[in-house]
């Protein structure tokens, strides 16, 4: 499994652009353009040049095709890689495997409340972070994992935060079982990888940070 990442620049935000985005489909291009903000089109630009940088360098894929499922999770056609972007705070990251996967990323941020979202919790789950002793790692963690299970999952909104518990890295979901992995990014965010294939606890993840 591979993980890419990097942060967003403003002072670099047109070079970025003059330099990646020819290399994308006219679509793509326009909804880049279509951002009001430079942040939200930079990471969505520097999502898919991860992906693109990872593809060739490690599955010698040098062309995108990409499509959507029914639940609109992206996916590349005609090649058995499969992909899952993630982005929080100014850190974009890139998620590249041989089966289906999630990955959530979130920055730390000390003015969150957790009882804020008790809410989307189970009451297992918001107990546990009631009762910890590092109260922001607990939620995030949680916030991480959950995300990385819908996003491998494919349900997006439509699944509930609260619909479902983590217990020992492991889930069900509509009969279907998820396997998490938390993932040393960096000191400043928490990340999650998630999957139904057991082997993403236990497999073997390059991380790597792409420098722009």
């Known amino acids: 499994m591979i993980i890419l990442y990097t942060f967003i620049h403003e002072e670099k935000h ?55 499922l029914p639940d609109k999770k992206p996916f590349l056609k005609g090649n058995p890689v499969y992909f899952n972007i993630s982005h929080s705070g100014n850190l974009v990251v890139c998620a590249l495997a041989d089966f289906s996967v999630g990955i959530d990323i979130e920055f730390s941020d000390e003015k969150v409340n957790y009882h804020d979202f008790q809410f989307q919790m189970t009451s297992g789950e918001f107990l546990k972070i009631h009762h910890s002793e590092d109260k922001t790692k607990a939620f995030f963690t949680y916030w991480t994992n959950k995300e990385a299970v819908i996003k491998a999952h494919g349900s997006g909104m439509m699944l509930p935060l609260d619909s479902f518990e983590v217990i020992n890295d492991e889930c069900s979901i509509e009969g279907g079982k998820f396997f998490i992995k938390e993932l040393d990014i960096d000191p400043d965010y928490y990340c999650c990888i998630a999957s139904e294939n057991e082997n993403v606890k236990n497999e073997a993840v390059i991380v790597e940070f792409f420098e722009i």
């Open 14 to 68: 047109q070079e970025l652009l003059d330099r990646y985005l020819d290399g994308f489909t006219e679509g793509f291009k326009k909804d880049i353009l279509k951002y009001k903000r430079w942040q939200d089109a930079q990471l969505s630009l520097l999502g898919r040049v991860l992906l693109k940088y990872g593809t060739e360098k490690f599955y010698n894929i040098h062309r995108l095709d990409i499509d959507f």
